[in-house]
Nanobody
Framework: QVQLVDSGGGLVQPGGSLRLSCAASRSIFSTYTMGWYRQAPGKQREWVAQITSSGGTNYADSVKGRFTISRDNAKNMVYLQMNSLKPEDTAVYYC???????????WGQGTQVTVSS
């Protein structure tokens, strides 16, 4: 089992940056694919980015070129660097861990990101 804690959200102006962090309760070095999702009010949860155990990354078209996902396995941490933020990026962001062997998923509690002038 893995417990995830998200942090780093806040209020930022359009064009600004935020860095989200996700702390895992145990090692995620080789057995988990990590990702970030977001959910805006009245909308379904949307996949944003993922990073595999080997470090490969994939991004939703809406954030490609602006967001960067990374992981530090030694610290059991996952990050989402968000640059050039837009109002449409406003959402609650959730960290996700998926077990590579059984596909079981764990979720963080969510952190609010608000992009507004």
């Amino acid at each position: 089992q893995v417990q995830l804690v998200d942090s780093g959200g806040g209020l930022v102006q359009p064009g600004g940056s935020l860095r989200l962090s996700c702390a895992a309760s145990r090692s995620i070095f080789s057995t988990y694919t990590m990702g970030w999702y977001r959910q805006a009010p009245g909308k379904q949860r949307e996949w944003v980015a993922q990073i595999t155990s080997s470090g490969g990354t994939n991004y939703a078209d809406s954030v490609k070129g602006r967001f960067t996902i990374s992981r530090d396995n030694a610290k059991n941490m996952v990050y989402l660097q968000m640059n050039s933020l837009k109002p449409e990026d406003t959402a609650v962001y959730y960290c996700n861990a998926r077990n590579n062997y059984n596909n079981y998923e764990y979720w963080g509690q969510g952190t609010q990101v608000t992009v507004s002038s």
